[in-house]
């Protein structure tokens, strides 16, 4: 038996359903509901149109050098032209084997780390020589083919076109040519959705097709843009002549038309073609796997992409490029920061010791070269401005405002000397030039006073008898050389025997007054009294 309770509730449970569903059927009953837009979700990313970068005038200013290649070189060329680093690499490596050409080149450069297309541009070292004088024009062929590929193949028509009304294009013995009518090809493609002009008429277009004349054997062809294809249509925009190498083009003038110089034999080095009429390139999987042992592809694998790996750091033009072409990340590249110390635990310690150094009011340590040598500039002018403390350049002993007082005074001089050059300067002359004949005019005087106060002193002396003074000047030496004067022996007065004894008899006379007694000795003069004279060079007179 079901209680009251249990009834009440199973009531209202279907009366809340009912309810419920009546609410979710009325939105399609509503007329005004049908009128709401229904969002469903894409099936298929859709495709970006292509971004136009470069102009009809700078794609024919940029296919000139080269329109009027074979068409397997050409394409061969606008593929290497996307890897620039490596191309750059190969030039280098031609010019330094310049004897290398053909498909034995090819296998030389087998193990460098470049792109096959570039590998197989080796066997023409003509086409390297052209390639190597402008790097810029290589990167910027090279973007235009990636970004807008039929565009420069159309602007490769074009040219040809052009030389051919030219009559600058016509087959030989180096080349064929070969004129298609553009309505076997396919329906070409809608125009672009960014306001381009629509392509004309198919019926009005041709496709002219240039191949060697033997298919061993492949000439490059030499022409200067600015008049093979007859009147310039865009003045702004000149084509670049690239002179071609003495080596492969001897004394050859090119003035007009096409010139050839020495053909290159290969058989597996042009390895890709560019298909006018499904316009992308076509590769002959046959010759690049015989030229490419070491990079072998499958048979399915005929239509050529660009490899990002051999771009290098070359960044792309366009955004297209850069969203299908960028450059990939190595693996274990997300490793390198743990690596180096910069995982999650090292930068929480980091962080903690930065803010313990700022509780404790320390500096932060600087984090570059230059944070470091402002903080050593500023430390250096705090030191010198501090009052009293000297600077840096204070020495020892001596205060702070001591060395201050002293840059002062030799700033006023400089400051003075500065404001009166001239004047300084011949105050200083002047003294320097007193200076010599005031002093020697006081020594001289000096001397002199010298002298009259030995003759005075002199004159006081009693004057002893003739015959003494004659017998002093007498036995006062006489004057000799330099040589004779420095003679002391035995025999010194054997010339002049009158001196000799006039010295010996003054010896004794001398002895003989000091044995007489005192009395005797006072009686016959006076003491003379002698005053000292300093120097002791003084000579007694009289």
Not at 231 to 244: D, E, I, M, T, V
Not at 275 to 292: E, S
Not at 391 to 412: E, I, K, V
Request: net charge positive; hydrophobic share 35%; proline share 9%.
């Amino acid at each position: 038996m079901l209680r009251p309770w249990c009834v009440l509730s199973v009531v209202l449970i279907a009366g809340l359903s009912a309810t419920s569903c009546k609410r979710e059927a009325q939105p399609a009953a509503t007329p005004s509901a049908a009128k709401a837009p229904v969002t469903v979700p894409p099936t298929a990313p859709a495709t970006a149109p292509a971004e136009r970068v470069f102009g009809q005038e700078e794609l024919d200013q940029m296919v000139a050098p080269i329109a009027l290649y074979p068409d397997s070189l050409l394409t061969q060329v606008l593929m290497a032209a996307t890897y620039p680093g490596n191309v750059a690499d190969a030039v280098a490596w031609s010019k330094a084997n310049p004897d290398a050409k053909g498909d034995e080149a090819v296998k030389q450069v087998a193990a460098q780390p470049w792109d096959p297309s570039v590998q197989s541009l080796v066997a023409f070292p003509q086409v390297m020589a052209t390639l190597g004088q402008d790097p810029g024009w290589v990167q910027r062929l090279g973007d235009a083919f990636l970004a807008q590929p039929g565009d420069v193949m159309d602007a490769v028509q074009r040219l040809r076109r052009a030389a051919q009304a030219a009559g600058n294009l016509q087959s030989s013995e180096q080349q064929k040519i070969t004129v298609v009518p553009a309505q076997a090809a396919p329906a070409p493609a809608p125009a672009p959705s960014d306001g381009g002009a629509p392509p004309p008429p198919a019926s009005s277009e041709t496709i002219i097709q240039i191949e060697p004349a033997n298919p061993e054997v492949v000439y490059v062809p030499s022409y200067n843009p600015t008049t093979v294809y007859g009147a310039w249509p865009y003045p702004s925009y000149p084509p670049a002549y690239y002179p071609p190498s003495p080596a492969w083009y001897p004394g050859s003038a090119i003035v007009a038309g096409l010139a050839f110089g020495t053909g290159v034999a290969v058989a597996d080095a042009l390895w890709g073609d560019w298909d006018w009429h499904g316009g992308d390139v076509d590769i002959d999987v046959n010759r690049y796997n015989n030229i490419n042992v070491n990079r072998q592809i499958d048979a399915n694998r005929n239509t050529w992409r660009h490899d990002s790996n051999f771009r290098g750091d070359v960044p792309y033009r366009d955004a297209r490029s850069r969203q299908e072409f960028g450059q990939q990340r190595l693996p274990g590249a997300e490793n390198r920061q743990a690596f180096r110390g910069n995982d999650a635990a090292h930068q929480a310690s980091r962080d903690r010791a930065r803010q313990e150094m700022q509780r404790r009011g320390l500096e932060a340590p600087a984090a570059s070269n230059r944070q470091a040598q402002d903080r050593a500039r500023e430390a250096g002018r705090d030191l010198r401005d501090r009052p009293g403390g000297g600077g840096l350049d204070a020495r020892p002993g001596a205060g702070g405002a001591g060395t201050q007082a002293q840059r002062d005074r030799a700033r006023d001089v400089a400051n003075a000397r500065t404001q009166h050059p001239q004047a300084g300067q011949h105050r200083d002359g002047s003294r320097a030039k007193q200076a010599g004949p005031r002093t020697a005019h006081a020594n001289t005087q000096a001397r002199e006073q010298a002298r009259t106060q030995h003759q005075q002193r002199s004159q006081v002396h009693t004057p002893r008898p003739q015959g003494a003074q004659v017998q002093r000047q007498q036995n006062r030496p006489q004057p000799r050389a330099s040589h004779e004067a420095s003679r002391n022996n035995a025999f010194a007065g054997a010339s002049h025997p009158q001196q000799a004894r006039a010295q010996a008899n003054r010896g004794q006379a001398s002895r003989q007054s000091s044995q007489r007694p005192q009395s005797s000795r006072g009686s016959g003069g006076h003491q003379v009294q002698r005053a000292q004279h300093g120097g002791g060079g003084a000579r007694r007179r009289g």
